[in-house]
């Protein structure tokens, strides 16, 4: 019984009784090889949560109980209060909580398939080589890194670790946003030629969101990704060209990021991709305008109350949990060595080359070859 | 009593009489030159409809009815028919009809003071130089010519000539808009960061529009200038430096002209405007974003309808007339010297080299300088 590196995690007589249920509980638990691998494959995955502040509290641990195939059993904090508190809120035994410090341990720790990054974009680059390392699969927060470099590290850990690596875009998972790819993609607005896309926060600060260190580039990074992403998945394909620019600041918030951002991006069909970005101002809109029809959305990828029109008529679509849905598409990617994972590392490696792009294209003020 | 350049032009008993009414018929009409001039300040001022297109009879014509110091005088045109029943219906007299080969002879025509200049935008350059040297202001419909030689050569006749030339921006006069331009000015929405409008709309034709003689650049100097103009009257500043693209199309109908064109303004303040217009879309809009909010409109620049929110919140806004305050400012620069215009040909020459670094920076792929 030896886990495979795509989802067959080692099997235990314990996992197997708790996790398969009646289905395994009634069957003799040597030599029944189908059997077991059936058990196995019903199992929901083992997820641990690192990181536990508000973005793991208020969306990904609550949304876990609507998972079919994901359940939480590990978290991995800084703060042994809080982590204590939390996992006693969702029935994670104590010998499950670990540290920064500890968490490499992890690998001693068959009950935990897949770990959950979701601390500041500084981190992510340690904490997923970490949890590779550690024999786990991993689902990391946007952006995935600092820079290029380290994605491209964080890519080549996985496949030489064999495990999975997921980029938290959830939107790839959110009805509305589907439906809106859905379209795109099936001529409903004809022959696309201008995708845009705002998205921003004014930003309180310091904190960690301003530290190059922790925070990564920038608004474009923290929420300009959003607009990447979208004018990506709504053109459906990686764009040839980038032009970017970044304007000036006074604001001593914005010393060591980006505050706004502007960038096209010109994608092999013709479509350009128009994007905007800012710490100083509020967006979370996009819009496709076709020669038989127009898109809009508004918000288009904030947690709820999206609101898509096309031709400006409502598009009515069945909410869904998006969180959800897209940790048990990491777990079915987990048990099923076939399934391919819809937002990679090689996505957020994209992503976060765009980005360089967008900055390069800026200070050399010309565009820049992508493709 | 010899009219002067800007406006003071020669006064008969005749037009004292008809223009100025009671006031002027009342008093002897030798020797009172202060009542003369009070008189012809009062008279409205007589315009020439120079071609009588669509927009000419549904909005210039109908919309001067409206005007307090402007009238329509006179009629231009290549359809003699057309124009002798278009004069019948605004009761303009038969010897008042010119055709384009006759119309040089304006010049003997004291009622006329300004000719509107409505035909595609391959002509303008000629119809407006030609009214210009008959001693008539003009106003100019946008885009104000095919290139920017033209407009300078336009702007630098006006000037010789001594008269007013304006250019047929009315969304300038238009009490939304204006509220708009007022809202960016005061700081309402605080430290504005980034302005972009889409301007569209899905050409059938061929017709004049895909003709680079008749129709000008294409998409952009028709529709697109709309964009252009709302970024910069909403940012308040003409552009440092403009980025554009323009993006392949595969339709018979955009050999000549332009289909869709992306493009950045970056102005002194640092604000980035945000373009994009086709003949392959239908999109009419703008949103102003600053820290402190953001200003949606949609439809903004349409001739009715407008749609303006200030943080979500509908704009409340007294509508007005803007054919008729457009017309009526242009007739009261020509009556006050001292007046400024609102939209002189300077703000259309400014424009058409907008449209002109758009496609060299397209050309180019790199920013280029524009002030």
Redesign the interface.
Known sequence: MVGDNQGMAELTRRDLIAGAGAVAGTVALTGVTSLEAFAQAEKPVGWAILGLGGYANNQILPNMKYCKKSKPVAVISGSPDKARRIAGEYGISEKAIYSYDNMDSIKNNPEIEVVYVITPPGTHHEFTIRALKAGKHVCCEKPMASNSKECEEMVAEAKKAGKRLQIGYRCHFENYNKEAMRLCATGALG?I??I?S?H?F?LGGPNWHTSRKLGGFGAISEIGVYAIQALCYLAGADPL?V?G?R???DSPLFKEVE??N?F?L?FPT???G?G?T?Y????NNY?V???RG?LNAEPATGYGGHQFRLNGKAIEVEPNNMWADQMDHLSECVRDPQKTLIAPGEMGLRDIKIIEAVLRSAEE???VKFA
Do not use: C, F, P, Y
């Not at 100083?280 to 967006?283: E, F, H, L, M």
């Open positions: 022959r030629r201008t845009r705002d921003g004014t060209e032009w620019s304007e000036k600041t505050d706004v502007h096209n010109l013709g479509i350009q128009i905007a800012a100083t101002w509020n967006a819009r305008m076709g020669n127009s003020k010309r565009v």
